[in-house]
């Protein structure tokens, strides 16, 4: 969650390769998307989409990425993504319980 709240896309990306979760939710019911997205942080987000993180998933105030990113060049980009696989699913990956 930090990485992506302070926009180091290099520790971000170490982290999502040993296995943390792009959809890990903070006690504001935020992603590690959220903050990327609020950090305007094009790098990050590209990493935490790339690594299956759900743009879709609601905050404790009900703004999902999209929403946040309404007034950036990245709604665009976040409206277009595919629906992220769930558990039941064939496609579905499962990441580890890390914490971002």
């Known amino acids: ?13 170490e982290l999502l390769d ?3 979760d792009p959809n890990q939710i ?4 935020r992603t590690p998307l959220h903050y990327a997205v609020i950090g305007n942080d094009v790098g990050c987000v590209y990493l ?3 690594a299956g993180a759900d743009p879709l998933v609601e905050d404790d105030y009900g703004y999902t990425t999209i929403d ?13 993504l595919p629906p992220v696989p769930s558990p039941g699913d064939e496609s579905f990956r499962p990441r580890s319980t890390a914490t971002i």
Do not use: P
């Not at 946040?68 to 277009?80: E, F, G, K, Q, V």
């Open 1 to 13: 969650m930090f990485a992506a709240a302070t926009c180091d896309a290099a520790c971000l990306a």
């Open 18 to 20: 040993a296995g943390a």
């Open 26 to 29: 903070d006690r504001k019911g």
């Open 48 to 50: 935490l989409v790339a």
């Open 68 to 80: 946040m990113a309404a007034s950036t060049y990245l709604h665009d980009y976040l409206s277009s």
